[in-house]
Structure formats: C-alpha cells, structure tokens
C-alpha cells in the first residue's frame, strides 16, 4: 500500500481508480508529469490491473502483452517502439544513433544493440517495481531463443542444443501459416516481395496478428533474443547474439522460415534490428491462480 500512501487518500486516487487507462497512459508519457504518472499508475494497478498468467495485460507505457499458451509468460503484441524507447533515453540519457530512416513513434525502435534491449529491460522493470506498478518477482527481459519459437508456433520440439544448430532446420514453415511466397498483406518484407508498401519499418500492428495474437514476428524488424549463438543456456557477456523473424530487408525462404536465426554481435547496431520484450511472471505464480 506505499503507493497509495504516498499519493493520499484523496482525489487522486478516485481519479486514478475511475481514469480511463487511455488517461493514466498518456500521462505516463507526459515527461512534465513523469512522477505523478507513475503514482496514478501504480494506484490503478492497486485497483487491481496486476499481471496474472493466462492474461493479456498492459504496462505504464502502453506496451500491450500476451499469455503465450505452455510459458509463464506475457508476450508484448508488438516489437518495442520507437517511443517506448524513447522514454528510456530520455530518463537516463543514453546515446541512440539516429536512423537514416523515416520513423514515426509507432514504428519499431531500430539501432538498438543487445546491450540496449536488456538495459531497457532492466530499466522499465525498475521504473515499475518502484512505485509498485510492477509486482516483486515481474521482470521484463528479452525471450529466450525457444520462447521466440513457442510464440512463432508449429515449430514443434527443436531438437538443436544451439541457436545456430537450430537454424533453419524446421523446413517450410512461415509466420504467416501458409505456404510460400507470403500473400499480400502477410507482413513487412523485402519490397521485391511485393506483400506490403513500406520501403523500410512499418507501425507495428499494421498487419495480422499470429495464432497468440502477435504482430510483425517475421518482418519489421529483426528481433534480438537472450541466447548466444552458439550457447546452450545463456550467459552475459559479449559474444554473439541471436537474432529472428527476418526484415522489411529480408526477402528469401531461408531468411523468412520461422526457424531462421541469424547471428549478430552484442555490440551490433542496424536499421533493421530492433528487440521485443516479454514480461515472466514470478515461479510458482502460474500454478497458484491457475
Ligand atoms: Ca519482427
């Protein structure tokens, strides 16, 4: 109840408990009122907008999740965009190169290195836990390489131990659940597909979702996961990263296969990398409230 005692007991919290979360969203994107935002935010989340296993849910930045069947986790619908990032910079002014590309605040953040997307993680969870938006034991992260593929869905048990002995071994299957080439409108591609009209990213959510409700995870951008490429659990450090779901910049089969993987630096920055995050939820959580 700290939040709550630090906001008051008065009309704050009536209007955070009767706000629409439209409201308390744009406020939480207001710098002016960063602080207050947060605390209205964490009233409505003691109203009860807490994440639970099997929900869909959204958090202080209006990053929208969902339950993946079979995890403990909330996958974000979309790849992290460019004002998401942008709050993080912002706050605690991190250096972003500028993408030689035309990107409005709905596009997928791009640029962004390994390094980038945890730190943003770790960010965001502490920006959250700390006014108790956030319950102790949530924390936002990178999916690992094989969450990526539960959420990509019918790749069935990978049997590679690595990222890169699991690339491109399961044959034939696309994001778009179909055969190829993808059909127009299938997703964000390589212009010479001729599937979508976006020369580089496009907004996320400007094409169909997946079986679980997921946008753009093949195309857009590609998406950085946990996993070393040649690691069989992960550890931190630098190295070689893994990468999914292809590009506006990838064009072939081998590429756009849901088992694709590519390989990239953790230090590696592009216009066509970007991250998702999911949101795990505390051990033992799920089975409780099941
Ligand atoms: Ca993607």
Redesign the pocket.
């Known amino acids: 109840m700290r939040a709550q005692s630090v906001i008051g007991s008065g009309s704050e919290i009536a209007v955070a408990r009767g706000a629409s979360s439209d409201y308390v969203h744009s406020l939480m994107r207001s710098e002016q009122s960063a602080t207050a935002a947060l605390l209205l935010a964490a009233a409505v989340r003691l109203a009860g907008a807490e994440p639970l296993p099997g929900q869909p849910w959204r958090n202080s930045l209006g990053m929208e999740f969902v339950p993946i069947p079979g995890t403990r986790l909330l996958f974000c619908k979309w ?1 992290t965009r460019v004002q998401d990032y942008s709050a993080f910079v912002r706050s605690v002014g991190r250096k972003w190169p500028k993408p030689q590309i035309e990107q409005g605040p709905t596009h ?1 953040a791009v640029n962004v290195t390994w390094e980038d997307a945890r730190a943003f993680c770790a960010w965001l969870t502490a920006r959250e836990q700390q006014v108790e938006f956030l319950p102790a034991g949530c924390r936002y992260r990178l999916p690992a390489d094989l969450e990526w593929s539960v959420a990509v869905g019918g790749l069935g048990v990978e049997t590679g131990k690595t990222p890169f002995a699991r690339n491109g071994e399961v044959k034939g299957l696309y994001p778009w659940d179909g055969p190829w080439p993808p059909p127009a409108g299938a997703g964000n591609y390589a212009p010479v597909r001729e599937v979508d009209t976006y020369q580089y990213t496009a907004p996320v959510g400007s094409f169909s979702t997946n079986r679980h409700g997921i946008f ?8 950085w996961c946990l996993d070393g490429w040649l690691q069989e659990s992960f550890s931190a450090g630098p190295g070689d990263r893994t990468l ?4 506006w910049f990838h064009a072939t089969p081998w590429h756009l296969a849901s088992s694709a993987r590519e390989k990239a630096e953790w230090n590696f920055a592009d216009i066509r990398v ?1 991250f ?1 995050v999911v949101l795990e939820l505390p051990a033992g959580e799920g089975e409780k409230k099941r």
């Open positions: 790849e997928p753009d995870l093949g195309g857009n951008v590609s998406e999914r779901g292809g590009s970007g998702r």
